[in-house]
């Protein structure tokens, strides 16, 4: 199937897709991204539309129009029987989509679906790592430390950062394919404290997110990429904010 025609089907509708479409994208990472997407994109307008309040009076002044101005007469014109549906979908959604997003962020702070998607991806990363990490007691070399923030394209402004804390575990990690990631863990007052740098931007608006047992936030840092904090329930990250998202910089 080539992907002109793996679109057509997808985006005709992305929730009810056949077995071969499932299996194509099985198959072909880039097709399983485009399915991926369209699934993602549809959820959010669904969300949006159904959570938009009409105005009052909206319909009154609509019905207000005259039936012979020539906009409202282009606004009730019908497509070309050959037109691209999808397209006209596509715009719409789009333009909802980012009214949506841009005043939830403004107004409400929250994040974006691939935002949840992302502290997700952090929880699964850090739950497979689990036992690693709780098996870590000795306190490494600050070298350790510092050569692993530079695998990632990062360093500590002030090394006297970590006099104080206890970090047991320093390791390159990938919590994104082709990203290079930086995970430290420290000595919390709860448990163990993860600190991940990561050297690009996936997220561009603070958040936090948690699960039964972590509780996480994640922090835009400068133009170079994002700062992951992830702790047991109860553990003050805002401590470890303030201490990294100041003193870490990019070399990249």
């Keep these: 199937m080539d992907e002109l025609e793996f679109q057509k089907r997808v985006y005709a509708n992305p929730e009810e897709v056949d077995q071969e479409v499932l299996d194509a994208a099985r198959d072909n990472p880039a097709y399983q991204k485009i399915l991926d997407q369209a699934r993602e994109l549809n959820a959010a307008v669904t969300s ?73 991806d952090i929880l699964r990363h850090l739950y497979y ?36 804390l206890s970090v047991v575990m320093a390791k390159p990690c990938v919590i994104l394919a082709a990203y290079q990631s930086a995970h430290l ?35 835009p840092l400068g133009d170079g990429g994002n700062l992951v904090l992830v702790g047991e329930k109860n553990e003050n990250l805002d401590l470890y904010k303030d201490l990294f998202s100041e003193n870490v910089e990019w070399v990249i």
């Design 185 to 219: 863990v420290l000595e919390g007052a709860q448990g163990a404290v993860n600190v991940i740098v990561i050297n690009n931007s996936p997220v561009a608006v603070e958040f936090s997110f948690r699960d039964d047992r972590f509780e996480g936030m994640v922090i």
């Design 48 to 120: 949006l539309v159904n959570n938009i309040s009409v105005p009052s009076g909206l319909a009154d002044k609509l019905g207000a129009i005259p039936a012979d101005d020539e906009a409202a007469t282009k606004i009730a014109s019908k497509p070309a029987a050959n037109s691209n549906f999808f397209q006209y979908y596509a715009i719409a959604a789009s333009l909802i989509l980012a009214l949506g997003v841009t005043f939830s962020i403004i107004y409400n702070n929250e994040p974006a679906v691939s935002d949840l998607a992302f502290g997700d």
């Design 129 to 164: 790592e689990a036992a690693e990490i709780e098996s870590m007691q000795s306190v490494i070399a600050l070298s350790t430390v510092t050569a692993v923030m530079a695998s990632a394209g990062s360093q500590l402004v002030a090394n006297e950062l970590l006099q104080g």
